[in-house]
């Protein structure tokens, strides 16, 4: 069935370091990719996402690329701040139906010292 | 715009006693979500309503929980009776259009439940 595998964490980098979190996901048919992101106390916010092969999702110095061929959707930031410190889970619609249904993966815990 | 309510924020209770859950989904969203989130592991979907329809509620365990949104709007969890392992955040979302791949849901707060 359709899933997504993220890396394990907790990722832990010094301020203004290069973040990347994998994800890669397997699906029929033809999913729409999020990151959703859950800062310490609060609820889940989207971060960005990518609804058809090669689309690159942006936000906040954040950006993936949608990669049909490699079947990941892979996170990165040029620059890591403090405020960056949150869970982050990568997410798919359901390949086959058109629902919304979203399948998480585990999240990763990102930490970032000073 | 007010976000997507959620309540109570805490829970405790014995297991095989009951309880449910309450949410407000954003004004005019049709399409309401409830998820569970057992610690560290991503979040599952539980059931899915379009109005106040069901659209999915293939992994909603039916023996022992259920779901209604009245009148397309809010919507109430409840579990009974309760097992230690639905201790979990239940996360409530919503999302404007009627039900896409590229719609963006909006997530609650969630409500933690410990059963012990």
């Known amino acids: 069935g359709d899933s997504v595998t993220q890396m394990e964490g907790p990722v832990t980098l010094s301020e203004e370091a290069f973040l990347t979190i994998n994800c890669t996901y397997t699906?029929?048919?033809?999913?729409?990719l999020f990151w959703y992101v859950q800062y310490p106390g609060e609820g889940l916010q989207l971060l960005l996402k990518?609804?058809?092969?090669?689309d690159k999702g942006s936000n906040k110095g954040f950006e993936a690329t949608y990669r049909k061929e490699t079947t990941s959707f892979h996170l990165e930031k040029g620059s890591v701040q403090v405020s960056d410190s949150a869970v982050y889970f990568c997410?798919?619609?359901?390949?086959?139906?058109?629902?919304?249904?979203?399948?998480f993966g585990q999240g990763t815990t990102l930490q970032v010292k000073p | 715009e007010a976000g997507v309510a959620q309540s109570p924020r805490y829970k405790i209770i014995e297991k095989r006693q009951s309880v449910a859950f309450w949410c407000n989904p954003i004004?005019?969203?049709?399409?309401l979500y409830w998820y569970q989130q057992i610690l560290g592991q991503g979040p599952k979907l539980l059931i899915q309503?379009?109005?106040?329809?069901?659209?999915?509620d293939s992994q909603l365990p039916k023996d022992r929980f259920s779901a209604e949104r009245l009148k397309g709007v809010d919507s109430t969890l409840k579990i009974q009776p309760a097992k230690l392992e639905d201790s979990a955040v239940y996360l409530c979302?919503?999302?404007?259009?009627?039900?896409?791949?590229?719609?963006?849901?909006?997530f609650g707060p969630g409500t933690r439940l410990t059963v012990l």
């Open positions: 979302a919503s999302s404007p259009g009627l039900a896409g791949n590229s719609d963006t849901q909006y």
């Open positions: 699906a029929t048919g033809y999913p729409s």
């Open positions: 990518a609804t058809k092969a090669d």
């Open positions: 997410a798919q619609t359901h390949g086959s139906s058109n629902t919304g249904k979203l399948i």
């Open positions: 004004s005019g969203h049709a399409t």
């Open positions: 309503f379009q109005n106040n329809g069901v659209v999915d």
